[in-house]
Nanobody, 121 residues
Framework: QVQLVESGGGLVQAGGSLRLSCLASGSIWSIATMAWYRQVPGTQRERVAIIFSDSRTNYADSVKGRFTISRDNSKNMVTLQMNNLKPEDTGVYYC???????????????WGQGTQVTVSS
């Protein structure tokens, strides 16, 4: 089995910064895409940023220029550096990854448990 564990959420004032980390563990052979999503109660989960296996990245328009996604393949880790945070960035942030497990021929999609980010005005 594969587990994704996020860390780094918390409460911050508008204009501040937070760094989220997600560590994947288990019987992992390789990880293709890794991404961060966020969800506000009563709304759909939206993708904030994604990083592909070749390190190409893509961001939601609302976070471009403020958030940076990166990955460390040697540690099976993805991070999200969030700068100049705004109240509308508040939500639960989830890590997501497409994983090829050892002794498997198909990639499977996994989610972390989520970490709360609250930005006060």
């Amino acid at each position: 089995q594969v587990q994704l564990v996020e860390s780094g959420g918390g409460l911050v004032q508008a204009g501040g910064s937070l760094r989220l980390s997600c560590l994947a563990s288990g019987s992992i052979w390789s990880i293709a895409t890794m991404a961060w999503y966020r969800q506000v109660p009563g709304t759909q989960r939206e993708r904030v940023a994604i990083i592909f296996s070749d390190s190409r990245t893509n961001y939601a328009d609302s976070v471009k220029g403020r958030f940076t996604i990166s990955r460390d393949n040697s540690k099976n880790m993805v991070t999200l550096q969030m700068n100049n945070l705004k109240p509308e960035d508040t939500g639960v942030y989830y890590c997501n990854a497409d994983v090829l497990r050892q002794s498997s021929v198909f990639q499977e999609n996994y989610w972390g448990q989520g970490t709360q980010v609250t930005v006060s005005s």
